[in-house]
């Protein structure tokens, strides 16, 4: 059974860095093939594509927050850590992640998100 | 940079056909993949390339994508059904997700 799990602090300060780790079984980011992908969706919105990290270590990020954000992996926990620099209150959304066997496959299982809110 | 439109709402009846359309420039030359999403809820897969379902999902679901459009078809539409949809595609290792439509079942 392929589970996601988002967690981290639901409170974060403009200019604050935000630190999010995704907690995954039931597939392994060894696997050939195996991605796991951020996203966030703001209330009322799309989701908003983040990044990407790869089985081989490969790393895909939206181009319009390139400078602020970073995908990492710790196989041997089945973590993936989503870092993300000077926060705005715009960046308030719910933040998922999602596991991809290949881009033509489509995000096939979501955690449930967390809500982080970005404020004073 | 590339843009997926879809009406931002549609209504149908129970048990009538919905279709949603998602569009861009070429589309057709591009896999097609779509999602709902019940309020409060993570998105869930209906469609990828274009047109195959994961297991789980009805065959109610369909999916076509020629030319500049792609379509998510639901037949017999059922309350259930009432929630928002999104296609997504790739481009350039960039996930693009369109702006959604919310289906109203009325």
């Known amino acids: 059974q392929v589970t996601l799990r988002e967690s981290g602090p639901a409170l974060v300060k403009p200019t604050q860095t935000l630190t999010l780790t995704c907690t995954f079984s039931g597939f392994s980011l060894r696997t050939h093939g195996v991605c796991v992908s951020w996203i966030r969706q703001s209330p009322g919105k799309a989701p908003e594509w983040l990044g990407r990290?790869?089985?081989?270590?490969?790393?895909y990020y939206n181009t319009s927050l390139k400078t602020r954000l970073s995908i990492s992996k710790d196989t041997s926990k089945n973590q993936v850590v989503l870092t993300m620099t000077n926060m705005e209150p715009v960046d308030t959304a719910t933040y998922f992640c999602a596991r991809l066997m290949a881009t033509e496959e489509g995000f096939d299982y979501w955690g449930q998100g967390t809500l982080v809110t970005v404020s004073s | 940079s590339y843009e997926l439109t879809q009406p931002p709402s549609l209504s149908v009846s129970p048990g009538q056909t919905a279709t949603i359309p998602c569009s861009a420039d070429k589309l057709g030359n591009r896999y097609v993949c779509w999602y709902n999403q019940m309020p409060g809820q993570s998105p869930v897969l209906l469609i990828y390339q274009d047109n195959k379902r994961p297991s789980g999902i009805p065959e109610r679901f369909s999916g076509s994508n020629s030319g500049n459009t792609a379509t998510l078809t639901i037949s017999r539409t059922q309350a259930l059904d009432e929630a928002d949809y999104f296609c997504?595609?790739?481009?350039?290792?960039?996930?693009?997700f369109g702006g959604g439509t919310k289906l109203t079942v009325l």
């Open positions: 990290i790869d089985w081989d270590d490969d790393k």
């Open positions: 997504q595609v790739w481009v350039n290792n960039t996930a693009i």
